[in-house]
């Protein structure tokens, strides 16, 4: 397609289990600012990126305490001393990379923790099938112990500790490579539905530009690769971000 006819979009969501594919659309995406969703299932496994880059999101988490039954003379004076003693909103800023630059550059997290092991086995996975794709081979033409060392290959190549892939997890995504459990697809696919909801509104901070299911356990796992974030004042000047939640575990 051509760059002009995403321009009608709010946002683009994209499953597909080529990286080059993915990649294609995400960097076009990423120059009009049209935030990004993209990724697979496979087998138990899914993984999404997400990449909402110069957008703004309002911290809306702190919902308003019900109010206590009063007179309307008293409704107004309460209103005023409540604007005047709350503190002013603020929205965050997210810088986010492409998909073709997350999988160029280094795979660190922006978080005060370190990358979840099952997180590096499906970015190894992912630039692993791509590696095949590009030299016109399959995993059949290798024995799993030349797959396991091309994928530690794959991992120095983006700083990451080879001794910190799971071999069981990368052996199971890529013998069922393509495959999806509708239930799988299910539950990351309610994830994205809300994370779409919130690039579009703008309320409610992001869970990270990562996210990985794990069906075998029923667990998710949130984290930021590569992410930087500015806050604001409305009205006010920008400001560094606090430093990065870690990474959140959804079951």
Not at 81 to 104: E, G, I, N, S, V
Not at 106 to 111: A, L, N, R, T
Not at 129 to 154: D, G, M, Y
Request: aromatic letters at 8%; one cysteine or more.
């Amino acid at each position: 397609k051509d760059p002009v006819w995403f321009q009608q979009f709010h946002c683009v969501v994209m499953c597909s289990q080529y990286l080059a594919d993915l990649s294609t659309v995400s960097s076009i995406c990423h120059a009009l600012h049209i935030p990004f969703f993209g990724g697979s299932v496979h087998g138990m496994h899914a993984f999404v990126m997400s990449d909402v880059d110069g957008r703004r999101f309002l911290d809306d988490s702190k919902a308003s305490q019900p109010a206590a039954k009063r007179s309307k003379a008293s409704e107004e004076p309460q209103k005023n001393a409540a604007a005047a003693t709350a503190p002013p909103q603020r929205h965050t800023l997210f810088h986010c990379p492409d998909m073709a630059a997350l999988f160029k550059g280094k795979w660190v997290s922006s978080g005060p923790r370190r990358i979840a092991p099952i997180t590096l086995s499906l970015l190894t996975c992912f630039a692993y099938k791509h590696w095949e794709r590009e030299n016109h081979t399959t995993a059949c033409a290798f024995s799993p112990h030349q797959v396991l060392e091309q994928c530690r290959a794959i991992a120095t190549e983006h700083a990451v500790d080879p001794k910190k892939l799971l071999p069981d997890t990368m052996s199971e995504v890529l013998r069922t490579w393509g495959a999806r459990m509708m239930a799988v697809s299910a539950i990351s696919g309610g994830i994205v539905s809300q994370e779409v909801l919130k690039s579009i509104t703008g309320r409610g901070i992001p869970l990270a530009n990562i996210f990985v299911f794990d069906g075998a356990s029923g667990k998710g796992l949130s984290e930021r690769v590569g992410v930087s974030t500015t806050q604001q004042e409305m009205g006010g000047a920008e400001a560094p971000a606090k430093e990065a939640a870690p990474a959140m575990t959804v079951e």
